[in-house]
């Protein structure tokens, strides 16, 4: 399977404990990018890597939230101290960084829930 | 700033059926995407359909097709000979144009039932 790929696919936590998750993107994609889905709404946007380079926050992304993708290649975000308000999915997506298409290819998520 | 707004929280159709999804979006910029997502239960999302802005024809995808209509801001989504495979959440989406494509926005998604 030459999809994107997440892991942890599912997590459960007690509140102020710290995760992380990772994402393995397509491989030739330079772009990544970080979402997250509560149950019931669309993606929101968190932040997005140009290979090694984190070029945008949302400010959804609190201080307790980091992403990095050291090597341009898989990616991974930490949320520390959780909070039961950070249970959601949190999508990765990945692309060619072709703006003519604007395509993203996504990952099947990892769902958090934080007790 | 961009916001996309589905106004069908849930629709459902009967197999071999037509369903058109409703979309509208709120911007100032001209050269943008607009984009059909669809996301089965527990599954990735999967592009549909994707419109360029400045293209007037409207984008077709075998049986998928848009009403890109750009200066009401409104992007409908027609499935023709609905399948019970088409079930799953739509999202509608918006990106600007740009080198540095970013921030893609969704709507809230609209639960399609497609039923035997």
């Known amino acids: 399977d030459t999809g994107v790929s997440q892991n942890p696919r599912h997590k459960i936590t007690k509140r102020g404990q710290n995760v992380t998750f990772r994402c393995d993107p397509i491989?030739?994609?330079?772009?990544l990018y970080w979402y997250r889905q509560t149950l019931g709404q669309g993606p929101e946007f968190l932040t997005y890597f140009q290979n090694e380079a984190q070029l945008e926050k949302s400010r959804l992304l609190s201080d307790r939230f980091s992403a990095e993708r050291p090597k341009g290649s898989f990616s991974t975000l930490e949320i520390q101290r959780t909070e039961q308000g950070d249970s959601a999915m949190y999508l990765c997506?990945?692309?060619?960084?072709?703006?003519?298409?604007?395509?993203?290819?996504f990952g099947e998520g990892s769902r958090l829930t934080v007790l | 700033a961009q916001t996309v707004t589905q106004s069908q929280p849930e629709m459902s159709v009967q197999e071999a059926e037509t369903v058109t999804l409703s979309c509208t979006y709120d911007?100032?910029?001209?050269?943008?995407?607009l984009f059909w997502y669809k996301q089965p239960p527990s599954r990735q999302m999967i592009l549909v359909i994707r419109q360029e802005a400045y293209k007037q024809q409207n984008a077709t995808e075998n049986r998928f097709s848009v009403n890109f209509q750009k200066a009401a801001k409104s992007f409908s989504l027609k499935i023709s000979d609905s399948q019970l495979g088409d079930t799953a959440m739509y999202f509608c989406a918006f990106m600007k144009h740009a080198e540095n494509n970013n921030d893609m926005r969704f709507g809230a998604g609209t639960r399609l039932t497609v039923k035997p």
């Open positions: 491989s030739e994609h330079n772009r």
């Open positions: 911007t100032s910029e001209n050269n943008y995407y």
């Open positions: 997506a990945s692309s060619l960084g072709d703006y003519n298409t604007g395509e993203l290819f």
